[in-house]
């Protein structure tokens, strides 16, 4: 088992390995995305109270969740490249930013559009959902903006893993801290979702779309690695003979 | 408390010694202290000036107003925390000192609280005047105020230890704290307001004091880590 | 049609849905397309230095 972790380290064994990984991901994650989004669009019963609007929850809430995901998935990441010093794990860290920041919009956006039928505006700054979202946005704005602004790999990788970990311990902090902002707020009642108590043909849905955008997150993930540790070990023996196997003949 | 080391100066005495030098250089810049004061106060009166003088309204926005002229004032004076040393090489004799860094670290923030952070405490209660805020706010304002420019003293030497060096590093900086600085500007700003609307300030007021102490325990060593990797 | 309708929501909920995939595919194809990309990039170096030799 050790070794196969070890194995796992290695950039050539990961790259082969995901390679397999990613069509599963991919063909489990579309099943469980359409039986969701089916099931989720003409199956589930209206809402009593928002009516049909309450459908975008079966892609708000995966967003959501995603964006959170990827985070911590970067923040993990970036702790272990940073300890361990793990060439592999500062890869993951990279792959995930961009992944996440583009989920964290979906987020922002669906629950924009979900928000100007409930509550009249594009905007609710009253929702500390959104709030604390948008401002995990700028985590990863700036993030990726510290990477991008380090030429050298391995600088880069480490200061923005000591950015990742700060940035994840002030997340719950600007969550909390949004929370009781807007709990001051007299504002319009939040949004509660699925409405007053969820029944499982509004639950199985969102769980199914919840599991499938993972999967196809997983498999997003793992391709954009594949391409950061491709990239990395450009000069390296093995990609050489990946990539032109019949060396001396062209 | 301190341990009396035969063989070097010991941790008070190496953290006096960076807030001293800090204080010093700054002495012979008066600009330092004078930048972000007068960014302070310009900030804050050109708002009345756009909004209108409705007393009103002055007093509604006025904590508002001043916690996010103090924000930006600090993120003015971050920039440049680091950067002096960095370009005559101190910054190198700081990180390779027998001292430990994350001491260090925490002296500089300590000494760029006093230059930046305690003047505009000093003053603000001058520009709450002129926003009409009641004078029972004014004791609110300082503590709030006091304690939220420690936190980016604080959080602010990490975002200026990761980008020390870089081109355009100014605006990544801003970037960088931006999050960071939004507890402490969300929970400064309403706890004022709520001292205005006369409601209870307890619960805002110990939020940004266990942030300050939070800040506190972890930014010096991650300041310190950042120091490390930016200087390689 | 009434099932498209969404209750008058429609615009709402299938702009949603809208968003969400081309998120998804614009987020597939930058990733391909980077990989092709850094693929090349290396092919490009490898044939030089074979030249070269």
């Known amino acids: 088992m050790w070794k ?100 964290t919009f979906l987020a922002l956006a669906t629950g924009s559009i979900w928000g100007r039928p409930m509550w009249g505006t594009w905007w609710e700054w009253g929702d500390p959902r959104l709030t604390s979202e948008l401002i995990m946005l700028f985590l990863y704005f700036g993030y990726m903006a510290l990477r991008a602004a380090i030429d050298d790999t391995t600088k880069a990788d480490r200061a923005s893993a000591v950015l990742a970990l700060v940035g994840a311990v002030n997340i719950p902090i600007i969550h909390f801290s949004v929370e009781w902002w807007s709990s001051l707020h007299q504002g319009p009642t939040l949004v509660r979702e699925g409405g007053p108590a969820i029944e499982p043909a509004m639950l199985y849905p969102l769980l199914a779309m919840i599991l499938g955008f993972s999967l196809l997150f997983g498999a997003m993930l793992l391709a954009r690695v594949r391409t950061e540790v491709l990239h990395r070990e450009r000069r390296a023996r093995w990609v050489r003979n990946l990539l032109m196997p019949s060396e001396g003949s062209l | ?199 209870a300030v307890a619960a805002g007021i110990y939020f940004l004091a266990a942030y300050c102490m939070l800040a506190l325990s972890f930014a010096p060593f991650a300041t310190a880590a950042a120091l490390k990797i930016s200087n390689e | 049609m009434e099932l498209f309708a969404m209750g008058d929501y429609g615009a709402y909920v299938w702009s949603s849905y809208l968003l969400t995939i081309v998120v998804v595919v614009i987020g597939t194809i930058r990733g391909r397309q980077r990989h092709q990309q850094v693929t090349d990039a290396i092919r490009r170096r490898l044939m030089i230095k074979e030249t070269d030799e």
């Open chain 1, 4 to 103: 196969f972790v070890h194995q796992l380290a290695s950039p050539p064994h990961f790259y082969e390995l995901a390679a397999k990984f990613i069509p599963w991901f991919a063909v489990f994650a579309l099943a469980l995305i359409a039986y969701g989004t089916v099931a989720g669009l003409f199956l589930a019963p209206a809402d009593y109270q928002q009516g049909d609007a309450f459908r975008i929850i079966y892609v708000h809430v995966p967003a959501a969740y995603l964006s959170m995901l990827a985070y911590s998935i970067m923040a993990i990441s970036a702790g272990v490249g940073l300890i361990w010093r793990m060439k592999l794990a500062h890869a993951v860290a990279a792959g995930a930013a961009p992944l996440g920041a583009w989920f």
């Open chain 2, 1 to 199: 408390m301190a341990v009396e080391d035969s063989k070097g100066p010991s941790l008070m005495q190496g953290l006096q010694a960076i807030v001293r030098r800090d204080l010093l250089l700054a002495w012979k810049r008066p600009g330092d202290i004078l930048n972000p004061l007068f960014f302070f106060a310009m900030v804050a009166t050109l708002f009345p000036l756009a909004v209108g003088p409705s007393p009103e309204q002055l007093a509604v926005s006025g904590p508002g107003v001043l916690w996010v002229a103090a924000l930006l004032a600090a993120l003015l004076s971050l920039n440049s925390l680091y950067l002096s040393d960095y370009d005559d090489g101190s910054l190198d004799q700081i990180i390779t000192s027998p001292q430990p860094l994350p001491l260090l670290a925490l002296g500089k923030s300590i000494s760029h609280w006093l230059l930046s952070g305690l003047p505009l405490v000093i003053v603000s209660p001058l520009l709450a005047m002129t926003f009409r805020m009641p004078t029972d706010t004014l004791g609110v304002l300082m503590v709030t105020l006091m304690l939220g420019t420690i936190s980016l003293s604080l959080l602010g030497s990490i975002g200026a230890a990761l980008t020390v060096g870089l081109n355009r590093g100014n605006a990544l900086l801003s970037l960088l704290i931006l999050p960071l600085a939004m507890p402490v500007l969300i929970f400064g700003a309403r706890t004022v307001s709520l001292a205005a609307a006369d409601d």
